[in-house]
DNA sequence: ATATATGCAAAGCTTTTGCTGAAGA
DNA sequence: TCTTCAGCAAAAGCTTTGCATATAT
């Protein structure tokens, strides 16, 4: 997606309005975890993310990550992405895309396709209103691939 | 997929066979817990694996529920399905087939298309060598929409 | 008889929760 | 000022591990 500091600062912006419109803080937690998820290219877990912001905010703690990561999904800004493995991920990525998961290291990436992008959920399923598609490529990425130098 | 006991059976006995193979024993417990999610429709987690299996087999225990998925899904008998959510499903459907997942309540249930079945991995992405295609149909189940459940 | 697996209980991780002081509006 | 939030620490939930006994072959 767009991460040109332009895009991420309207981005921004729209989080401050759009907390303004809940009635929720504009904290600099939100907007630097939020920043640090518009910046990330790897559907980081929320340890991943810590580590991140956490650099930058040595004060912050897991538990405001878990609590932001929250907040940003109800806020519709932010999802989490539906791959195997033990640890959430999240995504802020709001255009249509798709994953590369690593079956080896568990690594994800956004994965953009104009054949992919064409899927239109069924209007009406037997017991199921579908509301979204998205695809999972899965596979192995190179650095588990290539040789054994064990991914990351 | 096909649930008939004839299909069920036949599976189990490819299991004992791939067991025999890897030098694996053919336990009691890993035939009725791949029996189980043979006969499941609903992509269990361990935790529901347990329910199920131990009311025939009040003995076992969830360390061998975990260790047994395990076992399977080395033996490429079994994977897990990628939906958002904290808690690991497994799959034992070998035919190509995709996912509708209730936002609401975590629900999965099998989707089969002739559309998403003929999709196929583009060979190559840079840096990932895809495998396996799975399309993931996000909504709402209608024991959580509420409404009406009128089918399609 | 021997190697492998089960069941148990304890440990390890990830995520959630309750509370108090701090900060945003 | 008043409400909402961050940080802390403890708890809760899911998964893994080590070990002794039991089981498959």
Known sequence: MNRSPKNIQARVEHLAERCRETGMNVTPQRVAVYRALLESEDHP?????????????????????????????SLGLVRT?????????????????????????????????VEFDALVPPRRVAGFAPKSVSVTLTGTCDDCNGSGKGGD
């Open 45 to 73: 877990t929320p340890e991943m993310l810590y580590q991140t912001v956490s650099r930058e905010m040595p004060s912050l703690s897991v538990a405001t990550i878990y609590k932001t990561l929250d907040a940003l999904v």
């Open 81 to 113: 992405v539906p791959v195997d493995g033990d640890r959430r991920r999240y995504d802020a990525n709001d255009e249509t895309h798709h994953h590369l998961v690593c079956s080896s290291c568990g690594k994800v990436r956004d994965y953009t396709s």
